[in-house]
C-alpha cells in the first residue's frame, strides 16, 4: 500500500461510510417530514461503479471499513450485487450495514453471503402504535423478525440503535435494556443529534448517555464495563449486565464527543465526501468521477478531504448550527 489517509490532528482514516440512495421506506419524525424530502435527481446519484471505483481508491489507501447506509440502502435496487462487489475488493476487511430494517428479514441470509459481517438495525420503539407514530410506517413486526433473522444467519453482533427522544420514548430505555438479558444484540443508546427537521430538535428532548447509564443501573441492574477487543473499538461505550448474552452501547455525540479518536469519512449518494457529521463543508468527487479524472487525481481529491477535516464538532458551543442536510441525506 502507498501512503495512508492521516489527518492533520493526526487520525488515521480507514473507515467510511457510503450513503447508497437518499429514498427511503419510512419516514421518521426527526428525520423527514411526512411527504419525505425532495430526491436527488436519479442521474445525480452516483452508480454502484462509481462507488466502488471510490471504494477502491480508499481501500487501498488504508480504509479497510466500510458501513453502507442511506436513505435506507435495502430500498436500492442491485444492492446485493453491489455489496458482493465491494466485499471482494482489496484491502475491504469489515462491511456492514445500516437499516431500518423493513426489508431485512427477506435480505439477511443474502447480505451474509454477499459478505456482509454485521448489521445495525434502527429501532426506537417497542410498541406498535409508538413505532407507528415514530416512523410513520406499520413494521415493526418486520423490523423485529429482521433482527432474529440476522441473528439466525450470523450477521453478528446484531447491533439495534435507539435514537432516545425526552417525552417521546425514553420510558422504553428498561425494556430495551432488557433485550439485552433475552438475546445476544448490542442494544445502543443514541443521543438525540440536531439536524435541520420539521420535527425541531431542542436541547432539553436530548437525554444524556450519562442519564441514561444511570437510569438503567437503578431500574435494570448493575452494568460492567466491557473492555473492545481487537475491532471492538469505535464511538460506543459498552457495558453488559451480568450473565447478559448482549451487550449495552452509549453512544454520546451530543453531551461527550468522541471527535479524538473520529477515523470516518463519509460518501453522500451524489457524491460528496463529508469530513464531520456536523460540517457543511463537502468535497465534491462526483464531478471528477464524469469528467474522465484519473483514478490519481480522485485520490487528490481523497487526501484533501482528509486534510480538511475538523478536529471536532462544536455542538455544544454557540458557534454551532445545524447541519443543512438531514441524516437521510448525509448518509448516518
Ligand atoms: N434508514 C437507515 C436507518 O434508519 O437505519 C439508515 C439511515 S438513518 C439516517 C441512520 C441512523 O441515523 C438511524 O439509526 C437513525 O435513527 C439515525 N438518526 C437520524 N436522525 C437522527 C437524529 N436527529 N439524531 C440521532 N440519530 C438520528
Ligand atoms: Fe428513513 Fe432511516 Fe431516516 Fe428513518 S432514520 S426516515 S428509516 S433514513
Redesign the pocket.
Known sequence: MTNTLVDTHSRKIDYMRI?VTDR?N?R?V??MPPEGIELTQPQNILRYEELLRIARISAAHGVSKFRI?????LVRRGIIEFLKDLSSIKGVEDLS?????VLLKDYAARLKEAGLRRV???L?SLKRDRFQKMTRGDNLQNVLDGLHESEYVGLTPVKV???V?KGFNDDEIIAFADLSKERPWHIRY??????N?Q?G?QKDKCLSAKEIKELINQQAGELYPVISGPGGAGPARRYKFKDAPGEIGLIS?VSEHFCGSCNRLRLTADGKIRTCLFSDNEIDLKTALRDGSSDDAIERLLFKAVAEKPSQHHINENVFKKCSR???L???
Open positions: 450513503s427511503c419510512l421518521c426527526y428525520c447506509t442511506g436513505g435506507e440502502p450495514i445500516t437499516t431500518n430494517g445495525n438495525v434502527s426506537d440503535n435507539m435514537v427522544i443514541i443521543e438525540y443529534m440536531p439536524f427537521t420535527e430538535w455525540p438531514t441524516m437521510s448525509i448518509g448516518g
